[in-house]
């Protein structure tokens, strides 16, 4: 079946530093979607990536889709304490089928 | 719109008994998912309906659970007998058709005693 596995598990930053975590399915992806979920929350969309190769920014997020569309990454520079969380990619097998896997997640702290 | 609406939002219970946890998705949306959290486990999907019909249940751990959409604006997820291994974080979430974002609930915490 499918599977989506993200690393790090854990990540912890000194606020100011750099944080990257990595998606990878275990097959080809419709598209890729990456949702944050804060403590006690829920999870909440931050962007999908369709195309091969696709990046795209949202300030200072980068998000990649891989050329095989297999894989992900997503990019935090000069982290802030708000970004503190667990970040998911999730996986969209496509079209009529809709079916959304989440992958494993990545929780990160950051130390003021 | 509210949002996606789920209740309870924390439901405390003996093993044994039966819980049922409810989803009210966004209206004018077609897909509506049901998740289930842990540490242990992550986010897993459990089944999801598009157009009110289910899709995949593959996700559903065993028989005990059961889910229906009986209209566009309603779902239910029901454990029948509940065991103390059940006891997590459901989250209810819907999209409209197409690949697009989900959106979730609130989540019900269910725990099992």
Known sequence: ?????????????????DFTTYCN???????IQWYKQRPGGHPVFLIQLVKSGEVKKQKRLTFQFGEAKKNSSLHI???????????????????????????????????? | DAGVIQSPRHEVTEMGQEVTLRCKPISGHNSLFWYRQTMMRGLELLIYFNNNV?????GMPEDRFSAKMPNASFSTLKIQPSEPRDSAVYFCA?????DTEAFFGQGTRLTVV
């Open chain 1, 1 to 17: 079946g499918q599977q989506v596995m993200q690393i790090p598990q854990y990540q912890h930053v000194q606020e100011g530093e």
């Open chain 2, 94 to 98: 819907s999209s409209s058709l197409g």
């Open chain 1, 25 to 31: 399915s275990s097959t080809t992806l419709s598209n």
């Open chain 1, 77 to 112: 520079t000069a982290t802030q304490t708000t970004d503190v969380g667990t970040y998911f990619c999730a996986g969209g097998y496509g079209g009529a089928t809709n079916k959304l896997i989440f992958g494993t997640g990545t929780l990160l702290a950051v130390q003021p």
């Open chain 2, 54 to 58: 289910p899709i995949d249940d593959s």
